[in-house]
């Protein structure tokens, strides 16, 4: 991580944690606010994030689509383009998305400029689920209501049989407590990146778990 003002500091500690999943390759994407009562050393995140956004993209090393803005504050996708293509090429991902209207999209840009058209509409898209590399089951039980029971409530609803979201749930936690620690010790987790990779993507049991 480069040396930067206190204020640059805060924020970009404060993003490395929130897409510290992603970071290490067990996520595809996380969605982040960025809010105007957010202040750091009296200095408001959202300002910050106007004037040094490119830098704070580039320091954490993903893309990001800032997909609605409000006079609150700007939701912001975190993501790695390989992964979220894979993660959105997985057949049954596709067709799911195309039952909820992605016809045309092919790249993952398609399915981005899609998906914030309709993060501006006036009904929340709860298929953002697949972006975020969300268990298909549990995206289906939450919009259909079918009849797989609901199981647990925590970062997200999970249907059917828990083990294998709970799991998943779990490792997102188990990196971003990680990154915390690190951090907390004064110590850059940018530099152990490669064997937090290695490490966490061995824990990583999302394909098993049954769509």
């Given at each position: 991580?480069?040396?930067?003002?206190?204020?640059?500091?805060?924020?970009?500690?404060?993003?490395?944690?929130?897409?510290?999943?992603?970071?290490?390759?067990?996520?595809?994407?996380?969605?982040?606010?960025?809010?105007?009562?957010?202040?750091?050393?009296?200095?408001?995140?959202?300002?910050?994030?106007?004037?040094?956004?490119?830098?704070?993209?580039?320091?954490?090393?993903?893309?990001?689509?800032?997909?609605?803005?409000?006079?609150?504050?700007?939701?912001?996708?975190?993501?790695?383009?390989?992964?979220?293509?894979?993660?959105?090429?997985?057949?049954?991902?596709?067709?799911?998305?195309?039952?909820?209207?992605?016809?045309?999209?092919?790249?993952?840009?398609?399915?981005?400029?899609?998906?914030?058209?309709?993060?501006?509409?006036?009904?929340?898209p709860h298929e953002i689920g697949v972006f975020l590399g969300y268990p298909l089951k549990d995206i289906k039980g939450f919009i259909y209501r079918e009849s797989k029971p609901l199981a647990a409530l925590s970062r997200w609803r999970i249907f059917g049989d828990p083990t294998g979201s709970l799991k998943l749930m779990e490792l997102h936690k188990q990196v971003e407590s990680v990154f915390k620690q690190l951090m907390d010790k004064g110590k850059d987790p940018m530099r152990f990146l490669d064997k937090l990779t290695m490490y966490f993507q061995d824990k990583n049991e999302f394909s098993s778990i049954s769509v």
């Open positions: 991580m480069k040396k930067h003002s206190q204020e640059m500091m805060c924020i970009v500690e404060h993003l490395m944690i929130q897409t510290s999943p992603v970071l290490v390759g067990v996520k595809p994407s996380v969605l982040t606010g960025i809010c105007d009562t957010e202040r750091c050393h009296g200095i408001n995140f959202l300002d910050l994030w106007e004037k040094e956004k490119e830098n704070i993209i580039n320091d954490l090393g993903l893309s990001c689509r800032e997909l609605k803005t409000t006079l609150r504050g700007k939701q912001l996708l975190f993501f790695d383009p390989d992964e979220l293509k894979r993660t959105l090429m997985i057949r049954d991902n596709a067709e799911f998305l195309k039952r909820f209207g992605y016809f045309s999209c092919v790249s993952e840009k398609d399915y981005l400029d899609e998906l914030k058209v309709r993060f501006n509409g006036r009904n929340f």
